[in-house]
């Protein structure tokens, strides 16, 4: 079992800026990827930024130049800094990790979300 805890969401106004965290725990063998998931009303889930074992980041276009995703390894601990935010950045963000336990199964969990509210 692998346990995600998010933490760092909340209401910023436009243009400010939010630091999200996922901490990953339990039988981690390996981290093959992690990122950041949101969903707005009415809309489907999508990618907001992950980064892989190997260090490579993948964006959304709509949150280049404004999200940054980070990671401590040793942590297992991924981070997403959102500045310049915008009201459709509203959504809940989710965290994803998938890779291998140490049974050797392979594993694709997710957080239980945090909400992200950016007013005009």
């Known amino acids: 079992q692998v346990q995600l805890v998010e933490s760092g969401g909340g209401l910023v106004q436009a243009g400010g800026s939010l630091r999200l965290s996922c901490a990953a725990s339990?039988?981690?063998?390996?981290?093959?990827?992690m990122g950041w998931y949101r969903q707005a009303p009415g809309k489907q889930r999508e990618l907001v930024a992950a980064v892989t074992a190997g260090g490579s980041t993948n964006y959304v276009d709509s949150v280049k130049g404004r999200f940054t995703i980070s990671r401590d390894n040793a942590k297992n601990t991924r981070y997403l800094q959102m500045n310049s935010l915008k009201p459709e950045d509203t959504a809940v963000y989710y965290c994803?990790?998938?890779?291998?336990?140490?049974?050797?199964?392979?594993?694709?969990?997710w957080g239980q979300g945090t909400q992200v509210t950016v007013s005009s």
């Open positions: 339990g039988s981690i063998f390996s981290i093959n990827d």
């Open positions: 994803n990790a998938r890779g291998f336990d140490y049974s050797g199964a392979y594993y694709n969990y």
